[in-house]
């Protein structure tokens, strides 16, 4: 059973940076295609960034490059996304998700599997 685990989450103040992790078990990471996307309170879950089974293409939301840039270690099956100059707007549990076919869209209905969310609080 394939199984994502989120970490890295917590409180921090304005201005400051965090770097989540994804470690991906039971599974062929190397041929997935691995996305975050962030869900604030009382809102849809929206996409971040993805990245390519090889991690040589990424994408992201326009608003958030140069900000947030996600990477990907196939020998540790592991994906972060790295976020500088953190906004209180950035307030979200950020989730992994992989796409067992290798794609990378933004759409959450085409990725197959869901890690179970690390929350990410920015105080003004």
């Known amino acids: 059973q394939v199984q994502l685990v989120e970490s890295g989450g917590g409180l921090v103040q304005a201005g400051g940076s965090l770097r989540l992790s994804c470690a991906v078990s039971?599974?062929?990471?190397?041929?997935?295609?691995m996305a975050w996307f962030r869900q604030a309170p009382g809102k849809e879950r929206v996409f971040v960034a993805a990245?390519?089974?090889?991690?040589?293409?990424?994408y992201s939301v326009n608003s958030r490059k140069g900000r947030f840039t996600i990477s990907r270690d196939n020998v540790k099956s592991t994906v972060y996304l790295q976020m500088n100059d953190l906004r209180p707007e950035d307030t979200a549990v950020y989730y992994c998700?992989?796409?067992?076919?290798?794609?990378?869209?933004?759409?959450?209905?085409?990725?197959?599997?869901w890690g179970q969310g690390t929350q990410v609080t920015v105080s003004s």
């Open positions: 990245i390519s089974w090889s991690g040589g293409s990424t």
């Open positions: 039971g599974g062929t990471f190397r041929y997935y295609g």
């Open positions: 998700a992989a796409d067992t076919t290798g794609g990378t869209s933004d759409r959450t209905r085409e990725y197959h599997l």
